[in-house]
Every structure is written in structure tokens, then in C-alpha cells.
């Protein structure tokens, strides 16, 4: 059997983390290091010490208040910080998403996420790869939350209306 690779998931316990260390798990070629919330400084550590790769999905996406959005630039810095600290270049892929490119508080929190990371990059030579994700599905998405996907099918499967806000 090849060597297991160890990837690192800030943001584990999300819709997308959940759904990929699902994936992961099913792959015998991984060692996932899950990071949390909750991941004191230390895990954060071990896990950029150690890992071959970093899989940055950690960020807000439904603060209480706009303020609570400054919670996707702090993740990145926290990512940040603990690899500079790590020593070694640790391949980055940084799950953003198309509300970048919008003139919202999500979008410009994202945004800016993704300008910290690569103004990093630039710095180091770390490599930092951004991947926008559209409208994602999949196993737990909630209806009437984030996705249209699963609000649709929610709605059809109960006979509800189907309301396009923009279509």
C-alpha cells in the first residue's frame, strides 16, 4: 500500500468538511487531520507541522450581524499565522465561493479572504490554490438555507411552490 498522505481540514464540522472527510475517509490514501472551531492552537500546529496539504473550508456564511463576517478574513489569518510558524510549505486549497465577486458583506468577506491568502502566497511561495464553489449540494444541505438545490427538491417532494427571486 502507497504512503497515506496527511490532509489538514479547517472547518470540519461544516456542511462541506462533513461531506469531505466522508469522502476522505473512503479513500485509504488519507490521513485527515480535522480542525474545528473548537482546535486550540496547538492542533492547528501539529496539523500544518505534519500535513502534506491544508483544505481551508473554515469561514461564516450566517453571522448574527455583518460584523461577524470579519470571522472569514480571522480564519485565514489563524491558517496564516500557524504556517508561517510551521516552517515547511504546505500546499493550501482554499474553498471560497462565487459571492466573491459580489459587492456584499459575504462577498467582500470571502474576497478578502482570498486576497490574504495569496497576498501570502506572494510572500512565501506557498502554494495557495482558491477554488470558487457555486450553489453546493449534497449530504445534510438544508432547505430554505443555503442552496437552491435543496430548497427546490424540499419544496417539490411536499408540493410547495417553487418562488425563483432572480431568475
Known sequence: MAERRIIAV??????????????????????????????????????????????????????????????????????????????????????SSIKATEDSDYGRSKKDAEDRLLAYAGRTGNPVAIYRLPNIFGKWCRPNYNSAIATFCHNIARDLPIRVAEP
Do not use: C
Request: net charge negative.
Open 10 to 95: 479547517t472547518g470540519a464540522e461544516g456542511f462541506v468538511g462533513k461531506n469531505l472527510l466522508l469522502r476522505l475517509a473512503e479513500l485509504e490514501r488519507f490521513e485527515v487531520q480535522p480542525l474545528v472551531r473548537a482546535s486550540n492552537g496547538n492542533d492547528w500546529d501539529a496539523a500544518a507541522t505534519k500535513a502534506d496539504a491544508v483544505i481551508h473550508l473554515a469561514g461564516v456564511n450566517r453571522p448574527v450581524d455583518a460584523s461577524g463576517f470579519a470571522g472569514n478574513s480571522d480564519a485565514a489569518d489563524r491558517l496564516i499565522s500557524t504556517l508561517q510558524a510551521s516552517g515547511p510549505r504546505v500546499p493550501v486549497l482554499y474553498a
